[in-house]
């Protein structure tokens, strides 16, 4: 008798398959999946070898998440281009998850790289980073904006972009540099938004490409003025011109219970002597 011909038990065809025999008992009882002979002495089943590839096609489904019912339908019309069909729409939906996992892993090593900034930095230090371009979601803002307003800007945009939650993204504000020398330290302009799978430029902020002065500030907004000083102190002794915004993002708020200990990174794109 040919190899692939011989009967196997339904433990050992189960073991085959690396799943339980009660899988199998279970794929019979709905009709999914038959065993190819009953042992008429004990009415055990029986599978063979050709039945592999069928039972490997609807595990595959399974693990892909597709439902019985669907997998029922196609088993009653089996044919390349139905499982060509149904291979199609599960690799969309993993492209999808993908990309989601993709970007929930840079959020993390965003958070991460924050983490590792709390624990290293100096408050005092004010230096200077080099930075790759980065493209944000902008909202314009201006004193007159409140703040419920400004929730109702951030959320429009985190549902335009399909963000699932707040943690997906980094969020800030923005300040021009103009508006620093001219000692209008509350004149913020715009918030922004950091979403990790940004494929696109268009309609965007580009973050510039460059070399930052980099600063942070603890506490309350009250004293964030005389940080800033400090800082344009720093740029004209070391002979900078900062230009553009001044990009503002808290860094520790998971960690944190009160306004009081809250930290700002503050960055600068700078030109000059370096």
Known sequence: ?????????????????GINKKTLMWYDEIGLFKPVAINPENGYRCYNYYQS???????????LDVSIPEIQD?????????????????IAELDLQLLHLQAVRKT???HRQDMDTLLTMDLSEICIVEKEEQCLVTVDIDKDVTFEREVELITAETARYRLGRLHDASYGSMIPVASLHKGNFDDYTKLFIEIPRLG?????????????????????????????QEILTFAHGKGL???GYSYEKGINETVIDRVEDYI???EIPISGIV
């Open 264 to 266: 700002m990174q503050i």
């Open 241 to 243: 011109t900062l230009s």
């Open 1 to 17: 008798m040919d190899e692939k011909n011989k009967l196997l038990t339904i433990g050992q065809f189960a073991a085959l398959h």
């Open 108 to 110: 993390l090593s965003s």
């Open 74 to 90: 196609f088993m009653k019309n089996r044919s390349a281009q139905n499982l060509k069909y149904l291979l199609d729409e599960k």
């Open 200 to 228: 696109q430029k268009s309609g965007l902020h580009i973050q510039p490409k460059g070399n930052y002065l980099r600063a942070f500030h603890k506490g309350g907004w009250d004293q964030l003025p005389l940080r800033y």
């Open 53 to 63: 590839p069928i039972l490997e096609t609807i595990l595959l489904l399974r693990e």
